[in-house]
Each structure stands twice: as C-alpha cells, then as structure tokens.
C-alpha cells in the first residue's frame, strides 16, 4: 500500500489529469451505469451554529467503479469545519482510500484535501468546457475560499482565451491574499486580476461565473450579469444554502447538474426554487445531467439555441473522488511514490 501526503498528492495530480479522468468517468457512467455504484453520501451534521462554532458536517462517500477489467473500492472521509479559516487551516479536511475489490488489498491510503479540491475544480472545468463561449474574456470568481482556487485554474485550463478575473469575498483581503497567491503559484496563466469591493461589479461583465460560497440567499439576480454568461456553482451544498437566485435560475436556458440524485437532498439553490410557488423553475426544467453532455447524448447546442445564461450546479458525488483518486493510486503502485507499507 502507498501512503500519500498532501504534498505528494499536489506533485501527481494536475489539472489536465484531474479533468480527463472526470470525463472519462462521466463517460463510462453514461454507457455503461451498472460499472459505476455510488450510493448517496452519508452526512452527519456536527456542532450547532453558536457564538463558538459555525455548524459543519461529517461525511463518507464510498463508491465501487469497473473499468472494464478490474473493479475498485474508493471510499473518501470528509469533515467540514467552517472555522478553520481562523486557524489558517482547510475548511475541508479529507482522507481516501483506494482498494482492489477482487483480492481486499488497499491499494493507496491518501490526504483527500486535494483531491477535493481539485475534483471539484475539475467538474467546473468539464462543464465550462461544454457549455461557455469558447471566446469568454472575463471570469468573475465569488467567494475566495479553499475550493475557488483551483475552480479558477480548471477555468482558465479550459478556456485559453481569458484575460480578466474580477474577484469578491465578504473579507476583501482575503480577496487581495486569493489574487497574490495566485499570481505567485500559477504564474503561466497570464491574466489581470482587480479585487472588487460589491459582488455587482465584479459579475456585470463577467462571461463566467464560478460561485463557491455557504450562501443562504441569492448573490445576485438576473439584471445584474450578462445575458449569455456560463455560471458555476459549487457551494450551497446544504438544502438550506442558496448561492443562484430564483430569477437567473428562471432566466437560465440551460441547467446542468453533476448528479441529480444527491442534488435533490443538497443543492439548495434548486431545492428552494422548486419549492417557491413564486418561481418558475422546477426540477422538470432541468436540462440535463453531466454525463449526458460530455457522451454526447445531449448536445449542448440544443439547449443553447439562443445560448442565453448556462448554468452549472455541482453538488459532488464519490464517483468523481473515486475517478481521480484512482488515477493518482495507479501511478503510485506503478512507480512506488509516497511511502509503502505493508498491513
């Protein structure tokens, strides 16, 4: 068995990989469903919101994938801890384990932080890939936490044509730390960045949206963003989050989602607009899932005949951890990287 840090994890893993892997997942769950079994995640609330501690949760996500020749067993444990910020830690602390199914033998036990981190970006990435203007210009990122940095990078990957970023946080130095770091750590990709003081200024102009907030109510409405942007959203994660507002859902020509299962028990975005009898949008006006797009089962340019806003919600699903955590596993075993053990 491989153990890998968080460290050695960074060093395998690149966007590039991250993406392809989620597409070839995507793709395989598509054609062939029954490889693929993931039952819904398991969440337990911890703390309850006080003066001391925000509220957070504990959550496993096992998954069992076939490739076609052998089958895996890839189980991530998550806790999410809102207040680690304040102690220069990760809001979202992970652990992953990767086994073979036929014999038992665990193959990598790894740091999951990353691999969430990076999964997550990666999904945005596919879905901008399949869904934005090629030609976008301007990215607006909304939240600076943990997981929008490497959404950003997932981007500007799939997207060679970007030249602005426009960044808000409710703490803007947090925004001003977000753009040095990176400035400093993704040098290659050359874009100018402008710190913004209202979540307006930074989305009006904005061709992509990446959202990556605890959000209870909608950021921004409909008049206030482009009319043909590609929107991102990957926090509201918790039926009581919201980070879209009813009137973009309402005004969006496409709706994707990563995994309709679970994103009817989290996506609180989706959640609530249905259950608003004030709201146009239902769960039977979603376009489309994922994996439909990416194996070309739907076409994106049918449900872009205007093009109008696109809208991508990500609720996260262990099949996506399982899809990269594999790839970094493989790599491990081939080359012995990290530290073997035997148990």
């Given at each position: 068995?491989q153990?890998?840090?968080?460290e ?22 598509c054609?062939?469903?029954?490889w693929v ?31 076609g ?6 189980v ?46 990666a999904?945005?990435g ?8 090629p ?10 936490g ?11 990957t ?44 930074a ?17 921004f ?22 980070e ?14 990563d ?6 028990h ?10 608003n009898?004030?709201c ?16 070309g ?5 049918n ?5 109008g806003i696109t809208?991508?919600?990500?609720v ?28």
């Amino acid at each position: 068995m491989q153990i890998l840090n968080i460290e050695t994890v960074k060093k395998q893993l690149t966007m590039p990989m991250a993406i392809e892997a989620i597409e070839e997942l995507l793709k395989l769950q598509c054609n062939n469903p029954n490889w693929v079994k993931s039952p819904e995640r398991l969440v337990i609330p911890t703390y309850s919101e006080t003066d001391k501690h925000q509220s957070g949760s504990h959550l496993s996500m096992p998954c069992v994938v076939f490739d076609g020749k052998k089958e895996y067993a890839v189980v991530k444990l998550v806790t999410i801890c809102p207040d680690n910020p304040k102690q220069d830690l990760p809001t979202t602390v992970a652990t992953i384990t990767v086994s073979d199914t036929g014999t038992g033998e665990t193959l990598a036990f790894m740091d999951g932080i990353y691999v969430t981190q990076v999964r997550t970006a990666a999904l945005s990435g596919v879905a901008t890939k399949y869904m934005a203007n090629p030609n976008s210009k301007t990215v607006a990122v909304v939240g600076t936490g943990g997981m929008s940095y490497e959404q950003l990078n997932a981007v500007l990957t799939v997207c060679a044509n970007i030249t602005q970023v426009t960044l808000w946080n409710r703490t803007l130095d947090k925004a001003e730390a977000f753009k040095q770091k990176f400035q400093r750590d993704y040098s290659k990709w050359q874009v100018t960045f402008t710190v913004c003081e209202s979540i307006s200024e930074a989305v009006q102009r904005a061709d992509i949206i990446n959202l990556a907030t605890r959000a209870t109510q909608g950021l921004f409405d409909v008049n206030q963003i482009k009319s043909d942007v590609h929107i991102n959203a990957v926090g509201a994660y918790q039926p009581n989050m919201k980070e879209v507002s009813d009137s973009v859902l309402e005004a969006s020509n496409c709706v994707i989602i990563d995994d309709l299962e679970g994103g009817k028990h989290e996506a609180g975005d989706l959640i609530q607009a249905h259950n608003n009898k004030d709201c146009d949008w239902q769960w039977n006006k979603l376009t489309g899932q994922l994996m439909e797009l990416v194996s070309g089962k739907l076409q994106i340019d049918n449900c872009q005949s205007a093009k109008g806003i696109t809208l991508f919600k990500s609720v996260g699903a262990a099949s996506f951890d399982a899809a990269v955590a594999l790839k970094i596993a493989q790599v491990a075993q081939s080359n012995l990287i990290g530290q073997t053990v035997s148990l």
